[in-house]
């Protein structure tokens, strides 16, 4: 008994067909790509099985006006796109919202399991009677909340005019006699070729402290035009489950050899992305960097806001345009760009040599350019301020527990090391 009846909806369509169970999981799984419509489902299937030559897998379903209840052999299997549900009675498996399933490459099985995990509004259910009692009234709150893309805002006109006004009004607050002269007495060019001597100290943390607070209060505040969230919110809603189903793709790809599909830039996953780890860590550069130009320019009076929201807006798009060192030549677009695929940022073999006198550097590049799979490369934000706001942590009271956690590892590690110390010394007397 590995068959099963699979009903699939979306908001147009309603197919219904017989298929083996493993062929339901696979399904299943592929909620993972986030697919709105069948089509983008069947789409995402090739993640975990090889694509059907010249058509679909589902094309021998029948289209129906209303769902098929009636199991089949070893059950039924319902996936409703539109209402972000899933209903299973099965003897054959029980699928839910984490796993892993078998991939197959269209003639048999290579003992390569692959992990998944679903965003946290899919919701499963095990009988077609509890199915139909709120399937209704989830597809109608789908529809009544349509999803957006922030990016406009967070990278568009609405992030410089912040900057902008933030930057005037601070030009013009009561001590900004103070900012001003840090500013005209700090220079890079000393910094670079020498110590800092104490003013320049003072003068340089008196203006990272400004620019923070700026990015600070734009990533704090609520706007309507986000739906009364903070940019903040909007960049943690999703940041859990694309990290994961991007390191699910590095996973299949050391294990296949070659890149899982990627997400099509028609599909609504990724035309109303969230936002993953490597956007969050680019924005945070990108915003210090607006914020830098605007504080050091000369275009601080109201009369001149417009044209320093032009100039931000150039200088952004430069930036994200341009390689940029500190991510090792990589342009920032394209890194967002991989990352709104699902593309997992591969390393050359070349790549994977940071130092070359490491003989472990070397064996991992010559394992990787024979074929031992490949390296891959992560943006982490290990350089971000250490405070809440520009933390990794979605809310205040994780960030708190990592404090304390790591505060007690510290002092039982200083303990651990003085009694080393002490035991050293007297061993050498």
């Not at 969230?274 to 680019?282: A, D, L, N």
Request: glycine share 4%; charged share 25%; proline share 6%.
């Amino acid at each position: 008994m590995s068959e099963i009846k699979l009903d699939l909806i979306d908001s147009q369509t309603i197919l219904c067909g017989i298929t083996h169970g493993s062929t339901a999981d696979s399904a299943v799984a592929a909620l993972s790509a986030e697919p709105e419509t069948i089509a983008e489902l069947d789409a995402a299937l090739a993640r975990y099985i090889n694509p059907v030559p010249h058509g679909s897998r589902f094309q021998t379903f029948n289209q129906r006006s209303t769902i098929d209840p009636e199991p089949w052999d070893a059950g039924i299997v319902i996936i409703d796109l539109a209402a972000r549900l899933v209903a299973v009675e099965s003897i054959y498996s029980q699928p839910g919202p984490r796993g892993q399933v078998e991939y197959h490459d269209g003639t048999h099985a290579p003992d390569i399991f692959v992990l998944y995990r679903l965003p946290d509004d899919w919701r499963f259910v095990s009988s077609i009677d509890e199915y139909r009692a709120i399937r209704t009234s989830r597809a109608m709150k789908r529809v009544a909340s349509p999803p957006f893309d922030a990016r406009p805002i967070l990278f568009g006109r609405p992030l410089m005019e912040f900057i902008a006004l933030a930057t005037i009004e601070l030009q013009q607050a009561p001590a900004s006699e103070k900012l001003q002269s840090a500013l005209a007495n700090y220079s890079d060019l000393d910094l670079a070729n020498s110590e800092p001597t104490a003013e320049q100290e003072a003068n340089r943390r008196l203006i990272w402290n400004q620019i923070a607070e700026i990015h600070s209060r734009w990533l704090t505040t609520r706007r309507e035009d986000l739906r009364n969230a903070s940019p903040r919110e909007i960049l943690f809603a999703a940041q859990d489950h694309i990290s994961f189903d991007l390191h699910t793709r590095e996973l299949q790809w050391s294990l296949q050899g070659e890149g899982p599909p990627c997400l099509s830039k028609d599909s609504f996953a990724y035309r109303y992305a969230g936002f993953g780890t490597h956007e969050w860590v680019v924005y945070y550069d990108l915003i210090r960097e607006l914020i830098s130009i605007a504080v050091h320019s000369e275009m601080t009076k109201p009369s001149a806001s417009e044209e320093l929201i032009a100039q931000l807006a150039q200088q952004a798009v430069t930036w994200l345009e341009e390689p940029q060192a500190e991510y090792g030549g990589s342009i920032p677009s394209i890194i967002l760009e991989n990352e709104r695929k699902r593309l997992p940022l591969a390393l050359h073999p070349r790549d994977m040599i940071v130092d070359e006198d490491c003989p472990m550097c070397q064996m991992m590049a010559d394992e990787s350019a024979m074929g031992g799979g490949p390296g891959f490369w992560h943006l982490d934000g290990s350089h971000m301020d250490d405070d809440f706001v520009f933390s990794p942590f979605s809310t205040r009271e994780e960030w708190e527990t990592h404090r304390r956690e790591w505060e007690e590892f510290s002092r039982a590690f200083d303990r651990r090391w003085e009694s080393r110390q002490h035991l050293l010394a007297d061993t050498e007397c």
